[in-house]
T-cell receptor, first 113, second 113 residues
Framework: GESVGLHLPTLSVQEGDNSIINCAYSNSASDYFIWYKQESGKGPQFIID?????DKRQGQRVTVLLNKTVKHLSLQIAATQPGDSAVYFC????????????FGSGTRLQVQP | DTGVSQNPRHKITKRGQNVTFRCDPISEHNRLYWYRQTLGQGPEFLTYFQNEAQLEKSRLLSDRFSAERPKGSFSTLEIQRTEQGDSAMYLC???????????FGQGTRLTVV
């Protein structure tokens, strides 16, 4: 079955630094990828998404990179702020018409002031 | 508040009791999803509705679980004869047909004692 995993359970960065959160997926049929941010006690919050026909997409302070060859995607956060502290999940969806997202186990980002 | 609304936010129940959760999606969102999240893990897909039709069900959705969306608006998730392993955060999300990202509610945290 499909699995989506994250390399590091916890990432600690200094305020103002750039953060990079990595994610690997195993299902070649995945054609859509999405990053969510989840703060304690809250539901996941959409950050940015990317389709498999792209390799890079930028948002406000965030960039997602997709490498389909090695089935890897990353989330880059520029000028990390204390408010960015949260757990970040990558998720993927198959190109089979199914709507279900498969989530990874999450990376906790801790921003040190 | 125009976001996804879930009630109750917290539920403590005794093992063997039935519980029901409600989800009110974002207005005009015709797709609705239920996920379950245990501590330290990413959300796991349970089921998906398009309007009132339940189109996908995960193998995680045992016979004790039932979800409905009778009028294509709000949805309910019922768990019968709860077990301690049912303790988790139950998340609801909604999206528009043709849109990619799903928006999550704050979740209902279930504790079975």
């Amino acid at each position: 079955g499909e699995s989506v995993g994250l390399h590091l359970p916890t990432l600690s960065v200094q305020e103002g630094d750039n953060s990079i959160i990595n994610c690997a997926y195993s299902n070649s049929a995945s054609d859509y990828f999405i990053w969510y941010k989840q703060e304690s006690g809250k539901g996941p919050q959409f950050i940015i998404d990317i389709r498999s026909n792209m390799d890079k997409r930028q948002g406000q302070r965030v960039t997602v990179l997709l490498n389909k060859t090695v089935k890897h995607l990353s989330l880059q956060i520029a000028a990390t702020q204390p408010g960015d502290s949260a757990v970040y999940f990558c998720a993927s969806r198959e190109d089979t018409g199914r709507r279900a997202l498969t989530f990874g186990s999450g990376t906790r980002l801790q921003v040190q002031p | 508040d125009t976001g996804v609304s879930q009630n109750p936010r917290h539920k403590i129940t005794k093992r063997g009791q039935n519980v029901t959760f409600r989800c009110d999606p974002i207005s005009e969102h015709n797709r609705l999803y239920w996920y379950r999240q245990t501590l330290g893990q990413g959300p796991e897909f349970l089921t998906y509705f398009q309007n009132e039709a339940q189109l996908e069900k995960s193998r995680l959705l045992s016979d004790r679980f039932s979800a409905e969306r009778p009028k294509g608006s709000f949805s309910t998730l019922e768990i019968q004869r709860t077990e301690q392993g049912d303790s988790a955060m139950y998340l609801c999300a909604s999206s528009l047909t043709g849109a990619t990202e799903a928006f999550f509610g704050q979740g209902t945290r279930l504790t079975v004692v």
